[in-house]
């Protein structure tokens, strides 16, 4: 079940970045996904979360109201909107998939993650 | 400060038996079913336990998981040099309206 992450880069404090989640393998519609993110040194942050359908979208404190997650189900992508970026934003990005189509933070598949650093 | 706490760091020698503990509240695992995931640096995450207790298809039944009460563990038995990686425990928390994670406990193979 292959998540492959992109768009992860070099950011300025205050600006924005688009992460993007290509999956493959599964029915994409059928399964919420999550955005997990590692800091330097630290350990697993969950960042948010979209529901299979996409009606339901949820947020980790630290990113409510910066972060915004999507998708294109026609695409089998997921996506995910970081703006007003900080310092402290700077992690590697993991796509995950839901083991359900409702969000349960089960996630049996990841991505390999990638890298956003965010420079103040 | 992560919500769940797990040791920070535990070892055991190769065929010895270790166990990781993970503390929560009554709005994670005192209300919802614990995950347990393997991480090796620069690797994807893996899913080692679901629902307490449960393995997926390959993960080998040296590892298994318990929960009683807001506490969870997860335990590998026959330990192997490949068992050397940071292990996560993971929790639905219904207060934050979302999925909460241990800080890691990073596991030594001496």
């Known amino acids: 079940v292959p998540l492959l992450e992109s768009g992860g880069g070099l950011a300025q404090s205050g600006g924005s970045l688009r992460l993007s989640c290509a999956a493959s393998g599964f029915t994409f519609s059928n399964y919420a996904m999550h955005w997990v993110r590692q800091a330097p040194g630290k350990g697993l942050e969950w960042v948010s979360g979209?529901?299979?359908?996409?009606?339901?979208?949820y947020y980790g404190g630290s990113v409510k109201g910066r972060f915004t997650i999507s998708r294109d189900n026609s695409k089998n992508t997921l996506y995910l909107q970081m703006n007003s970026l900080r310092a402290e934003d700077t992690a590697v990005y993991y796509c995950?998939?839901?083991?359900?189509?409702?969000?349960?933070?089960?996630?049996?598949?990841w991505g390999r993650g990638t890298l956003v650093t965010v420079s103040s | 400060q992560s919500v769940l706490t797990q040791p920070p760091s535990t070892s055991g020698t190769p065929g010895q038996r270790v166990t990781i503990s993970c503390s929560g509240s009554s709005s994670n695992i005192g209300s919802n079913s614990v995950d347990w995931y393997q991480h090796l640096p620069g690797t994807a995450p893996k899913l080692l336990i679901y629902t307490n207790n449960q393995r997926p298809s390959g993960v080998p039944d040296r590892f298994s998981g318990s929960k009683s009460g807001t506490s969870a563990s997860l335990a590998i038995s026959g330990l192997q040099s490949e068992d050397e990686a940071d292990y996560y425990c993971a929790a639905w928390d219904d207060s934050l309206n979302g999925p909460v994670f241990g800080g890691g406990t990073k596991l030594t193979v001496l």
């Open positions: 995950a998939k839901d083991k359900y189509v409702n969000l349960v933070g089960t996630n049996d598949y």
């Open positions: 979209i529901s299979g359908s996409g009606a339901s979208t």
